[in-house]
């Protein structure tokens, strides 16, 4: 089976999709502190809302730009010239991370060169690490940043921006990753079967304006 991932890379957050005829988002265990928790595992629903806002029916699956690189990239190909302007010279994404993969060590392994391809770094202003990548060869991607928090998330804390410029960086975002997805011809077997797998078998819980997640699907 072919894969389409598209990766948070956090130490709490894993996003990815299946090449199906709809996308899916991988549940994560419940965090120990979560007072909301029920059942065994989680869904951030601003992950959901994301693709939603591309145009998406969503399963669950249980489990500084650089501009020649973005106009060779498939990521950022289509993103107008403006949206790409303000992800160079604005302070518009997301970034909520405690480990980074710095330029230095990607150089230093072979491996992860020839496999990725580096299309963007960001500053926390005393390091630089890697904020976008993609495969040469593969429709793997891999972000560093969060596309989905501008338009959905809402806690009050420095990084939260919910300019325009970072709601349309989210929009193409959400465009690309589905449009990928698209692309698979796998489907399930009958309809009853992708009905049962439909995110709208669930209901989000609401955890607070002042939540990291203001909504999330939780999972037996």
Not at 18 to 40: C, H, I, K, T, Y
Not at 54 to 82: E, H, M, Y
Not at 85 to 106: C, D, K, P, R, V
Not at 144 to 171: C, L, N, Y
Request: charged share 20%; glycine share 4%.
């Amino acid at each position: 089976m072919t894969l389409f991932f598209f990766f948070f890379l956090d130490s709490d957050s894993a996003f990815a999709c299946l090449m199906v005829s709809s996308p899916g988002v991988l549940a994560q265990e419940n965090l120990p502190e979560d007072r909301f928790a029920r059942g065994s595992s989680y869904i951030a629903a601003s992950y959901i809302k994301f693709l939603e806002s591309a145009g998406a029916r969503v399963l669950w699956l249980c489990f500084a730009v650089s501009p020649a690189a973005a106009q060779s990239s498939r990521l950022f190909r289509n993103f107008p010239k403006d949206v790409l302007q303000s992800l160079a010279n604005e302070n518009i994404t997301s970034n909520f991370h405690s480990w980074s993969l710095s330029m230095q060590n990607y150089s230093r392994n072979g491996k992860l060169k020839r496999f990725y391809k580096v299309l963007s770094t960001n500053s926390d202003g005393e390091k630089e690490f890697i904020s976008t990548m993609e495969a040469y060869r593969y429709p793997f991607y891999a972000v560093q940043w969060h596309p989905e928090k501008s338009p959905f998330e809402w806690i009050d804390k420095p990084g939260m921006v919910h300019t325009a410029a970072a709601v349309r960086v989210s929009f193409y975002a959400g465009s690309f990753f589905v449009s990928e997805a698209m692309k698979s011809q796998h489907r399930f077997s009958n309809p009853a079967e992708e009905d049962r797998a439909l995110i709208y078998n669930f209901s989000p819980v609401y955890r607070g304006s002042n939540a990291i997640f203001v909504q999330s699907y939780y999972f037996d």
